[in-house]
């Protein structure tokens, strides 16, 4: 069974730097996008970044300058590096997929989700 696994979240003062993980595990054959979402306390779930398979990034306009999404396509893993964090920040950061696994072809998954707060 195909997993996404986060890790990095915790607590930060603004000006400070997070490096968030997400590895996927299971029968992989293949991973096409990879991407960070946020919501923030009582907002909806937006789009913070996406990587291609090729190494084609993208981000929102809110990250863009203080965020980089990069992927180890070996370890099947997406990582986001979050610097000059803001208290607008605060979320709950999860990462997605789209994986081609045993018997499933490509699927969309999502990770548990991970909490970065930005506080002094």
């Known amino acids: 069974q195909v997993q996404l696994v986060e890790s990095g979240g915790g607590l930060v003062q603004p000006g400070g730097s997070l490096r968030l993980s997400c590895a996927a595990s299971g029968v992989i054959f293949s991973i096409n996008d990879m991407g960070w979402y946020r919501q923030p306390p009582g907002k909806q779930r937006e789009l913070v970044a996406t990587?291609?398979?090729?190494?084609?990034?993208n981000y929102a306009d809110s990250v863009k300058g203080r965020f980089t999404i990069s992927r180890d396509n070996a370890k099947n893993t997406v990582y986001l590096q979050m610097n000059s964090l803001k208290p607008e920040d605060r979320a709950v950061y999860y990462c997605?997929?789209?994986?081609w696994g045993r018997g499933t072809g490509y699927r969309t998954y999502w990770g548990q989700g991970t909490q970065v707060t930005v506080s002094s």
């Open positions: 997605n997929a789209d994986i």
């Open positions: 990587i291609t398979r090729g190494f084609v990034t």
